[in-house]
């Protein structure tokens, strides 16, 4: 099992809730530490707007906990009444992030009973805020969560992976179970992708100078996903018509093989390149080394086409081939984009590389 950031981050918000409402001399100070639990988020940006809305949602809870408790009594029946009408005032309100909270405050102040009902019902409101704002002190000073360096190093390992299965994948060298194993496991670990990049989208920058260089980190991180999830095409694509592929002729598949080969490397050098180990007019190799072009590989293709027609070649599939075909020209031309962002980036702020990445990535 492995323990993150945001599991410490729990438990220390739960620890300094607690603490802060006995040392405030509230009742029941346990209700602030499961206000903590609800309130803690896993950037600073979720933290601040769980915070505006929690807040919201302990009035409207401590306030319909109220009136029902003045009105109604403590019956369980009023309870129930209650928590109905603060769902439903929380979702008109679109606050549903935060109703669990908001049903927190209901139950913990209608369960007072005695002659200082109003006076227990502040305290209870107040040792609820107390929790939701312990939890957000801890996000903004505890372990603060570094997305970028997270975000890459998620990107680079797992295309790490989709190219060396690539690779096996062309050269018929995989087994297919095997192949369907990793692809499941390639898709989990793109959401989690997809998560981080979130993740970092949300982080706030103060200096204008500052927003801008995010703003490129942005575009590039999200072509290099773009990027990525092509590959990861690419290789399901290979996999699904691995019979196929094994029919081709050899000169033909040798081509192709030969072509994603100088693609995945391609790839590789494009995310050194980002980190800052190869020069950024590396790329000007791409548009002079000799290797086939696209207008070629179709020529080739259509001259094959015809060829196994006139032959009468049953065992040759051009239509699931144009499949493969098709998925290495969608992944050569965003290589190509990734590229021309990434050299764009760094002739510009190319000394704003993170140095973690730079260093991590030799």
Same mark, same amino acid.
């Given at each position: 099992m492995k323990l993150g950031a945001r599991v410490f981050k729990t438990g220390v918000a739960i620890v300094f809730a607690l603490f802060v409402a006995e040392l405030l001399q509230l009742p029941t100070p346990v209700f602030a530490g499961i206000a903590a639990i609800f309130a803690i988020q896993p950037s600073i940006y979720r933290s601040y707007q769980t915070i505006v809305e929690q807040v919201q949602a302990n009035i409207i809870g401590a306030s319909i906990a109220v009136i029902f408790g003045l009105l109604f009594g403590h019956h369980v029946v009023a309870v129930g009444i209650a928590v109905i009408i603060a769902i439903g005032l929380m979702l008109k309100f679109k606050l549903?992030?935060?109703?669990?909270? $908001?049903? &927190?405050?209901?139950? $913990?102040?209608?369960? #007072?009973?005695?002659?200082?009902?109003? @006076?227990?019902?502040?305290?209870?409101?107040?040792?609820?805020? &107390?929790? !939701?704002? $312990? +939890?957000?002190?801890? /996000?903004? !000073?505890?372990? *603060? *969560?570094?997305?970028? !360096?997270?975000?890459?190093?998620? #990107?680079?390992?797992?295309?790490?992976?989709?190219?060396?299965?690539?690779?096996? $994948?062309?050269?018929? +060298?995989?087994?297919? @179970?095997? @192949?369907? @194993? +990793?692809? /499941?496991?390639? =898709?989990? =670990?793109?959401?989690? !992708?997809?998560?981080?990049?979130?993740f970092f989208k949300e982080e706030r920058n103060y200096f204008k100078n500052k927003k801008y260089i995010k703003a490129r980190k942005l575009v590039v991180y999200r072509q290099m996903i773009t990027t990525s999830k092509k590959s990861l095409e690419l290789l399901h694509r290979l996999h699904k018509h691995e019979n196929e592929l094994a029919h081709l002729p050899t000169q033909f598949h040798l081509m192709i093989q030969e072509r994603l080969d100088f693609l995945l490397t391609y790839h590789e050098q494009l995310l050194l390149k980002y980190t800052g180990k190869l020069k950024p007019e590396h790329s000007e190799w791409s548009t002079h080394i000799d290797y086939i072009q696209r207008n070629q590989l179709m020529e080739i293709f259509i001259h094959q086409v015809t060829y196994a027609h006139q032959e009468g070649d049953t065992e040759f599939s051009s239509y699931h081939l144009l499949y493969i075909l098709s998925r290495i020209l969608d992944y050569e031309e965003n290589l190509e984009h990734l590229d021309t962002l990434i050299v764009s980036y760094q002739s510009y702020h190319g000394q704003e590389i993170n140095l973690e990445i730079e260093e991590e990535f030799i």
């Open positions: 549903e992030k935060s109703l669990s909270l $908001a049903l &927190v405050s209901v139950v $913990a102040i209608m369960e #007072i009973q005695g002659d200082d009902f109003l @006076t227990f019902s502040l305290f209870r409101f107040l040792t609820i805020l &107390v929790g !939701v704002l $312990a +939890a957000f002190v801890v /996000n903004l !000073v505890f372990l *603060p *969560p570094k997305y970028e !360096v997270k975000l890459f190093r998620k #990107i680079y390992f797992l295309q790490d992976d989709i190219i060396r299965w690539t690779r096996l $994948a062309v050269r018929q +060298a995989s087994e297919h @179970t095997s @192949t369907k @194993t +990793a692809l /499941n496991k390639f =898709r989990e =670990r793109m959401l989690r !992708v997809d998560t981080l990049y979130e």
